[in-house]
Structure formats: structure tokens, C-alpha cells
């Protein structure tokens, strides 16, 4: 277990010429250093706020790989006069913790406090994530969590209740240039790059700090022996260096937010954002199946009677998709996205389907009226079922304005058609039916 374990000093003082990755000599050594998060670090953030009162709590620290997790719960223990312990979930179990837990009290009972970060802490189970629950309260220990998964899913609710989540965000391009010119101060050169390849390198690093230094530390050891005679193009670092995959997990929370930011795409009429983010999706493995049925739901629930082609549209879509295959046939649900992000938008079937059921719920077993029930037998017919119904296609106009809701329960209006695409002609019908039903003074 000893290898778990190790204060914040040990790194910080070991000699600069140590064999180490460059994401280790570059790691920062105050939190001004931290680059990217300064919403969080700054006077006015969060973590800012608290250092400046001299109350720092238990903290969960939320997002994506290499944004500064571990250098950030580093710094606050070194700001707070803390003892550094760091452990992962994936190699710690109960009785670890528990050695943790004793070290901890000893510690405390010296004088010294202990903040202990724990990496991917989602990958605790629930007996585990409780089992820090007493040391956070009797003060044993800091706890500060790392997790790239979202809190409010994996963590339990108690761990959380006794926490602050910060939210840490992926670097931006001017944020991991800055990383970048960092590393060419540390190591006393350029990189060997034109301006268009030096942007291509920021991009594969997808917002991922440590993922950038370590393409850099890959660029840089080809100026070793004079082997470059030029900055290398774009072309040629594409050839060099391979992207880093994009972080899409498809059960996870960028799934989630994936497919609700195509939904909104489609819903806010923006046909080149839907393409975009269904190409992500795509790009990150995601089932286009998944994505031919979620298509499809947006037909039905965005667009309805606004344009009643739409759902066939999908539908056809998605067959085509069966038939084709991938790739071929991704194209055929890219035309779908298209056509449903230029079509007319209604979710008035939406709205009047959930008014239905919300209704349905509240009348109970309420019955039909008899006049609409059938009496097949002479006991049902004593009762009254079928009694004074109007048979429609012999009433004026087709319409003879019954009353089809049970009785005691009011007349709702659920459906209402909006004035764009196909539902203009609808509501023109709705309106009609509603004057014909008053002028012949249904109850």
C-alpha cells in the first residue's frame, strides 16, 4: 500500500533533471499556476472563495480527463497546510481505506489534518462511499473526490449532501496554447511546427492537459539529432501523431448529453448542428439503431401533425438503415435529421397526449356515457347502453356533438394545434367542430 500513498512534497522535490514525463515537471506549484479553471480558482470562484475564508470542505471535483483534478486537490492541501494522501478506487479496498482512516486519526491527535483525494471515487460501491461518511463528519479527514462521471448518478446522496461539487471544464484551444508555450519555456525550444500543425496538434489533444503534454513530449523527441530539417505541415503531424479518440461514453453522461444536444438541434430548426452532433455521436461509436428510434421520437413528439410526412420519413430512414448498413446507410438517417430540422414545428399531440393521461388518472374508472355504449344483451339494454346515440353519418354535417366524456367531467381542451405547417388546416377543423358542438348545445 505504501506506493498509494504520497505527500505533495515528494514530487515537488525531486530534482527537475529526473527522468519524468513532462506533464509531471510542468505540473503546477501554486494554484495561480493552474491553467483554464480560474472560474473556479479565482477570487470570486468557489474554490477562491473558500481558501480566502480559511474554511475549505469536502469537495468533489467533476470533470473530464486531464483538466487538473489531482494537481488542483495537491495545491489545496499544500494552500491549507494539509496532509497529502492520495488513493484510487481502483486499487483500494475496505481494509485499505481503513489503514487510511487510522493514519488519519493519529495524524489528527498530532495536530495535523489530512486531506485525502480520492481518483475516480465513482467507482467506490455504496458501502464504500459511506464508509467515509463519520471521518468527513468528526473532521479525521478532508475529502476531496475526483470523478469524471456526473455526481448527481454515481455518488451517494449523504457523500454529496456533505460536499461541495466543483465543476471543472475541459481546456479551451487558448488555454492549451498557453500549456503549450509553458512547455517550450521548460524546455528551451520551439516546437518544430507550422502554425496551421501547431493547431492541429491543440485539437487532437481534445481539451485534455496531460494529453497535450504528452503529444508534445512525442513532437519534441523528433528534434532529437537534428532528424527535422523544417517545421512539419499539417499532413505530415496527421501522419506522425493519431487523434485521440473523443470522450463519449455510451452509457454514460456524454451520451446523454450528446443525444440531448442533437434533440435541441432539431427542435431549434438548426440542420448543421444536428449533423454535427450526430457525426460525434457517430465518431464515438454510438449505435446508429439508437439514434434511428431517437430520430424517429423526434417526429412524433417535435414536429406531429405539423408535417405528418415527417414520421414517414424516418420510418423509411431507418429501414433504409436495416437494408444498407453502415456506413452507407447512416446517410439515410443524416437526410431524416435534415429534413425534420427544416420542417415546421408542432408538439401539440405532445401536450394534449400527456393532458390525456394526466386526466385519465385523475377520473379513475369513471365510465363511458351510456348513450355511446353498446347493448348487446337485453339486461344492458334495460340499463340504458346505447339509449339516444346519434349514429354521426346521418347527422347534419356528419357531426352530431355528443358528448364522448364521462359523466361529471368537464369538457377539457387537450389538443391545440399551432398555426404552422399542417396543423393550420387542422386547427381550422378543430375551430369548426368546436361552432358546431355549440351551436348544437352539447351538455
Partial sequence: MADLFHRDSDTASAPDDAPRPLADRLRPRSLSDVIGQEAVLGADGPLGAMLNAGALSSLVLWGPPGVGKTTIARLLAQATDLHFVQVSAIFT??????????????????????????????????????GFLPYMEDGTILLVGATTENPS????????????????????????????????????RALPLSGDAREALLEMADGDGRGLLNLIEQVMAWTLGGALKAPLDRETLSRRLMRRAAKYDKSGDEHYNLISALHKSVRGSDPDAA????????????????????????????????????????LEAWNTYERLGSPEGELALAQALVYLALAPKSNAVYVAYKGARDLAKKTGSAMPPAIILNAPTRLMAQQGYGEGYAYDHEAQDGFSGQNYFPEGVKRPVLYRPVERGFERELKKRVDWFARLRASRKEP
Fill in 275 to 314: 449533423l454535427y452532433w450526430f457525426a460525434r455521436m457517430l465518431e464515438g461509436g454510438e449505435d446508429p439503431r439508437f439514434l434511428a428510434r431517437r430520430i424517429t421520437r423526434m417526429a412524433v413528439e417535435d414536429i406531429g401533425l405539423a408535417d405528418p410526412q415527417a414520421q414517414a420519413q424516418c
Fill in 93 to 130: 479496498g475496505v481494509p485499505d481505506l481503513r489503514r487510511v482512516f487510522e493514519a488519519a486519526r493519529l495524524r489528527r491527535t498530532n495536530g495535523q489534518g489530512t486531506l485525502l483525494f480520492v481518483d475516480e471515487i465513482h467507482r467506490f460501491n455504496k458501502a464504500q462511499q459511506d
Fill in 153 to 188: 448518478f454515481e455518488l451517494n446522496a449523504a457523500l454529496l449532501s456533505r460536499s461541495q461539487v466543483i465543476v471543472l471544464n475541459r481546456l479551451s484551444l487558448a488555454d492549451l496554447e498557453k500549456l503549450a508555450q509553458r512547455a517550450e519555456r521548460r524546455l528551451n
